[in-house]
């Protein structure tokens, strides 16, 4: 049943603005940042050919960028825009109103470290600065990922049950800017995988709406109580958009993906375009004798609490690789989180925090068996640091 | 003058999209500049407002003073928001057939407009949007309590622009937001004030039919920030105009036009003694207001009486090429 199609060597950031293309997308407005330029200029030059029909607004900044998502989203139009570290710190207060407003935006990140020392290269910092906005975030390992999740997250977006903004994370460099092998969808199929837009409650002359009220205390809560729920129900959305997915197009995705983690004593566990090399070093180490699996985060927002628990919870050790710090906070926030989710469990791995992979430094697989071996001695010998740095001169 | 009550309703329909019923305050001129432009907007109308005084006045859950699609996200992003409902429905009407005329008009005061939200109208006046932007100016950031904006005049006392013993409070000219507007190039821009309705709801109409960006500056007296009487709104803005402080001009694909030439002058002492935010100013002070406002006055002027515009230098050349014997 699922659907072949020919594999070609495509840029990812290419193959981004191609799926948003297959998407049909009625507005893109964004403003150019390094490393997310080429899923734009790509965007602009489609327009420009007639190969996508769609007003491509090149506004002057992310704040109008997102804020002119806000508009054209809230009028119905399906609605795109990508943008990087400063240009997501730039955007902020505008995420929160995109979500709050339940208008179905869909945005590629392409990860970026944050100034200053100025850095255009990639680390986490942007996605985890904006973890609290109310987004789905969904996060992809390769360009394949990549061009399948655009597609997944304009469905996931606009279904009624979520309309929810969808923040798509893709390792800026890492992946932005390599060629990969893809396999572009075939544009009918996503057709009839995509249904048209329906926003329910659009600016429309002819059922006047007021939007984007002021709350007094007396409903505030309640608004946000409502936002939460529904974010945490998206999950099962997300599911079955993606099961949905895969008996169509035959890749499957799911909210924490795990690899060669049967009978593993010691887990790490990483997120985006890291975890291929990761693989690798398993594979190795695995071939050593060594008990070692990998356990991948694909849906950040909202956490899959149940399934992750259920990947780790024969593990002795876990070893979480987080690539932003959170000054002077308990290390990286990805392994606070986990920490906070495990705490209590009856039965739960020995956790090590490791921080590396920062402003664009590469962790190779000798470096992350070098993590593994850190982190299976801390959690031996126990550490009076929060967390390991890995690869820092000190 | 008392016939207006039988044809005014002739020309001005009854209907109020911005509905009675809001909080604005006691005689405020803001309320009423909205009610009069709303008038203007047809029913296709699609209103964006910034965060302000308007916008909290019209829109507290679960309440609304609007009768047409309105929308408020943020601070200083409205002509963006703007930007993106256009682009929408010129996307999906041209996608989908349907009946994409809307109108679109962005509602901010002067905070949203020549401080925090400039770069967004920049953007959108420069790129061309077909969209109505009103700058209701009330001279400084009312909402949250009197603070200065760079649309403060000078001399008035503010909240973070004091008048003491070492400050005259604003110490800044007024910045000259529709010079700016101007200087975009775009078809339409014009200064209008509520105490001059039909001159108001006429400009307000054109700024909706012309195509592309359009910009007008209204004028709008308030009570309470102004430290003046609640029946002030009218007569103030008969004699902001009289006094020459608020010329009442429009700039049509660069042509200058003065709506009201003032002829002979109020002095600018009429205007500043009925609001408390001037009552500390000396005559000297006073003085120097009333040489700078007629220098700025003068200045409008003569760009309405020496046009430079293209259209009209074409004519004048037309004409003195017909002079020329064959």
């Known amino acids: ?394 | 003058m008392e016939n207006y009550s039988v044809y005014v309703p002739r020309l001005l329909t009854k209907k109020n999209n911005f509905a009675p019923g809001h909080r604005a305050c006691i005689g405020c001129g803001e309320a009423l500049a909205v009610r009069m432009a709303a008038k203007a907007f047809p029913s296709n109308t699609i209103v964006v407002n910034a965060t302000g005084c308007m916008e909290i006045v019209a829109s507290q859950l679960p309440y609304s003073s609007w009768c047409l699609p309105w929308i408020h996200t943020l601070f200083e992003n409205t002509a963006a928001v703007a930007s993106g409902v256009e682009s929408a429905y010129k996307a999906m009407s041209r996608k989908r057939g349907g009946d994409g005329n809307v109108k679109v008009v962005s509602i901010a005061g002067d905070g949203g407009t020549t401080d925090i939200g400039l770069q967004a109208l920049s953007g959108a006046l420069e790129r061309g949007h077909d969209f109505l932007y009103l700058c209701f100016d009330n001279e400084a950031y009312m909402n949250t309590g009197i603070q200065r904006s760079s649309a403060t005049p000078y001399g008035a006392s503010t909240t973070t622009s004091p008048a003491g013993k070492k400050s005259i409070g604003q110490v800044t000219w007024k910045k000259n937001m529709p010079e700016i507007a101007a200087a975009h190039d775009i078809p339409y821009v014009a200064t209008a004030n509520p105490s001059y309705p039909f001159d108001f709801i006429e400009k307000v109409k054109k700024g909706l039919k012309v195509k592309g960006p359009a910009y007008i500056h209204v004028y709008s007296v308030c009570p309470t920030g102004w430290r003046c009487a609640t029946d002030l709104a009218v007569r103030l803005g008969k004699l902001a105009v009289e006094t020459g402080i608020f010329p009442l001009y429009e700039v049509e694909n660069g042509k200058y036009k003065m709506n009201l030439e003032i002829e002979k002058f109020r002095p600018v002492n009429d205007y500043l003694k009925l609001q408390g935010r001037f009552r500390h100013l000396s005559e000297d002070d006073i003085k120097w207001i009333q040489n700078r406002v007629k220098e700025e006055y003068a200045k409008v002027l003569e760009k309405a009486k020496n046009d430079r515009s293209p259209k009209r230098l074409a004519a004048k050349s037309k004409r003195s090429a017909e002079k020329i014997p064959a």
């Not at chain 1, 948003?20 to 403003?31: F, K, R, S």
């Not at chain 1, 050593?288 to 990998?294: A, Q, V």
Request: aromatic share 8%.
């Open chain 1, 1 to 394: 049943m699922a659907a072949k199609t020919a594999v070609e060597g495509i840029e990812v950031s290419i193959g981004i603005s191609e799926a948003v293309g297959l998407a049909d997308a009625d507005v893109i407005a964004a403003y150019p940042i390094t490393p997310q330029t080429h899923i734009v200029e790509h965007l602009a030059e489609m327009v420009a050919e007639g190969e996508l029909d769609a007003e491509f607004i090149p506004v002057e900044s992310e704040h109008s960028a997102m804020s002119a998502c806000l508009g054209s989203s809230a009028a119905g139009a399906r609605t795109f825009t990508a943008t990087a570290g400063q240009g997501l710190e730039l955007m902020h207060e505008v995420l929160y109103v995109a979500s709050s407003m339940q208008l179905p935006i869909v945005m590629a990140v392409a990860n970026r470290a944050l100034s200053s020392p100025l850095s255009v290269w990639g680390d986490h910092s942007d996605m985890m600065s904006v973890r609290d906005t109310g987004w789905i975030q969904i996060v992809v390992e390769n360009g394949q990922e990549a061009v399948d999740n655009i597609i997944c997250s304009f469905r996931i977006a606009e279904d009624k049950r979520v309309l929810l903004p969808v923040m798509m994370h893709v390792d800026g460099f890492y992946l932005t800017h390599v060629i990969e092998p893809i396999a572009l969808p075939d544009r009918e199929l996503v057709k009839k995988f995509l249904p048209p837009n329906r926003f329910p409650l659009p600016l429309n002359p002819d059922h006047p709406v007021t939007m984007g009220d002021f709350a007094p205390p007396v409903v505030y809560t309640e608004a946000k109580w409502a936002q939460e729920v529904n974010l945490r129900n998206s999950q099962k959305i997300i599911e079955e958009v993606w099961g949905e997915f895969h008996k169509v197009f035959g890749r499957k995705y799911s909210p924490v993906e795990k690899y060669r983690t049967d009978n593993a004593r010691v887990l790490l566990f990483t997120m985006g375009s890291f975890s291929e090399t990761a693989m690798e070093a398993v594979d190795k180490m695995q071939g050593e004798g060594r008990d070692i699996g990998l356990v991948r985060l694909r849906l950040w927002r909202p956490f899959p609490f149940a399934e992750f628990r259920e990947a780790v919870k024969d593990a002795d050790v876990l070893i979480v690789l987080d690539r932003a710090i959170s000054f002077g906070g308990p290390g990286g926030a990805v392994c606070s989180e986990i920490k906070a989710a495990l705490y209590d469990e009856p039965r739960k791995p020995k956790i090590v925090s490791i921080i590396g992979g920062l402003g664009g430094r590469d962790i190779t697989v000798a470096g992350f068996e070098e993590i593994i071996e850190r982190g299976i001695q801390v959690a031996a010998t126990g550490s009076k640091n929060e967390y390991e740095i890995y690869g820092v001169r000190e």
